[in-house]
């Protein structure tokens, strides 16, 4: 096999993570795993940081399942190819027609593997071909009738989300989310920027997201998330540069490559 | 009747029914107490002596001058027969029952005109003729329909108990399969990278993996499963999902306060802590970024009545739905069940995370011994 991808695996068990990197390592020498994620939320911050072209989803994680972080990578302006991997063949997998999303089932067989990476080399291979002028290319090998069908299959709208308790000193001040102009991640903190001020949690970015109402709190960068009832502006600075402006705050906040597909205007 | 089943449109006549008429089917004693409750309806007893009643009166001026009254009461009196071999027929519709009461209401209804002609009443009796020729033919028409109709009832209900026993039986054996696939297939993956890199976790798995199936698989055989092997299969259960799960699992089974013959000879329904632990490892653990930890307890509660078992984890809790895990319904059913409604099952809020018990009554010693031979 001469795929040559950098490839992020995802699972909650080391086990069966490992046994999937071990049947890569037999099988496709060349592909380079980048990372390799115990949960949902690090795959999805790991798929920003690293920008693999290839991912091996596990369906079941905590935090964000597979179907979710591959609805998320979708929307990327270069989303990765998807793998679902799952135990078991009777999940939600079994509603798309033969080959509309691929997956394999754990333990994970060689021959099975063999024939994935074949097709995704023979996809990859379509891809490079097409002329960039033509027709965008499916979204990490997902058409949008299968991301239809994939968010049928997503758990419905979380609940309303909690209000944030930030402590200060002796304090936990309450701050609702709709009051929250954006989060933006700083080391082991998170910045809440807020219509009254700002406040520092504990809580990564990245956990924080998993509650976060992904229709009004919009991720706009690895380390910054708005909430687009504020957004006022998306100015376009260079060909890979943009940065938002925000109502009620001169702060200025970056787009990154990935995400400035969200601001194409109407 | 294998030619009949065999060919089911073709039309063919029964020539028993005309010689021994009345329904095929026989219903044995414990066929008909499962399936015989309803009892005869009052109602149909007062309605058949209305009617007797206003029929005499009806033709009451057409009767011989002086025999109204005797009439009238032999009326009555052979509805109250019939309505006892009626009640009989309902007790338990048979062909045979049916034919035993035909031929002797035939022979009564024969002998009364002779009687009456012996004793120089022919004229009266030329009269009377048709009223005792109908009254009989009501009757017997009366009693086949009856004999029909309950065997019919009886089939359906039997029929109607069969299917529920066999969706039952499925159900269980559906709940089994829910348990086992993706448990199992990720179980085999972790083995099967243990086994290839011959890895030290990889016997241990297997030997825990090895002795839940052995206690699984044939545990919806029983009605019932000890307490202490319920356990056992908890523990090698909590063994797999630590093995595979790792640092993200800790777990304590606490039940050193209760006597070891409690354990030993109490019953519940086999797998019913296992799927309060199952659940609190889905909903309270597998969801958890951090992981976190399952303590099963079990203790004495009110004075030594009650067997209390506790299924605690400190996951995110029961605000994602947690309380309604596949099979919790069904646990709860048969609980109740198996208890007469006296055990009690629930799920609370627990601090951080979900607690899950049971609350189910100790047999006194005598009903204990029973429980033990069962």
Known sequence: ?266 | MNRLSAMPDAPRIDWTQWIFPGPRRVFSEAELARAGGGGWSRGVDCYVYTNVFVLVLVFYKFLPGGVATAVLMSALAAAAASLAVARWLWRHPSRKRFNIASLTAGTVSACVPALMVQMGHRSLMHDLMPLLAGGLALVLTSWWFLTLYRSQQLEGRLREMADQQQRVAMAQRLAAAQIQPHFLFNTLASLQHWVDTQDARGGPLLRSLTRYLRATLPMFEHDRLPVAQELQIVSSYLDIMQARLGARLTWAVQVDTVPAEVLAGTSLPPGTLLTLVENAITHGIEPSLRGGHVAVSASLADGGGWLRLEVRDNGPGLTSGACDGVGLSNTRERLAAQSAGAAQMGMESAGPGCLAWIEWPLATPQTQNHSNLA
Request: glycine share 6%; with cysteine; proline share 7%.
């Open chain 1, 1 to 266: 096999m001469t795929l040559t991808l950098t490839t992020l695996i995802a699972d909650d068990e080391e086990g069966p993570r490992e046994q999937l990197r071990a049947a890569l390592g037999r099988l496709a020498p060349r592909l380079r795993v980048v990372a390799q994620c115990a949960n949902g939320v690090d795959a999805w911050d790991e798929c920003l940081a690293q920008e693999p072209q290839l991912c091996f989803l596990d369906i079941r994680m905590p935090g964000l399942s597979g179907l979710e972080v591959a609805q998320r990578l979708s929307q990327l302006a270069e989303p990765p190819q998807v793998v679902f991997v799952t135990a078991y063949g009777d999940h939600a997998l079994s509603a798309f027609d033969a080959g509309a999303v691929d997956y394999l089932l754990k333990p994970v067989e060689d021959q099975r593997l063999e024939h994935c990476l074949q097709r995704l080399q023979a996809r990859l291979g379509l891809l490079a071909a097409t002329p960039a002028a033509s027709p965008a290319p499916p979204l990490g090998g997902l058409t949008p009738a299968t991301l239809d069908l994939l968010r049928q299959l997503l758990p419905p709208a979380r609940a309303a989300m909690r209000p944030i308790q930030a402590s200060q000193g002796r304090d936990v001040h309450l701050i609702a989310p709709e009051d929250v102009l954006f989060f933006q991640s700083d080391s082991r903190y998170t910045r809440v920027v807020h219509r009254d001020g700002e406040a520092w949690i504990r809580t990564a970015l990245k956990e924080l997201l998993v509650e976060l109402d992904p229709d009004v709190f919009w991720q706009v960068h690895r380390s910054v998330v708005v909430n687009s009832r504020f957004i006022s502006a998306a100015t376009r600075l260079d060909e890979n540069t943009m940065q938002i402006s925000l109502k009620g705050s001169s702060e200025k906040l970056p787009v990154s490559r990935q995400f400035q597909g969200l601001f194409r205007g109407q």
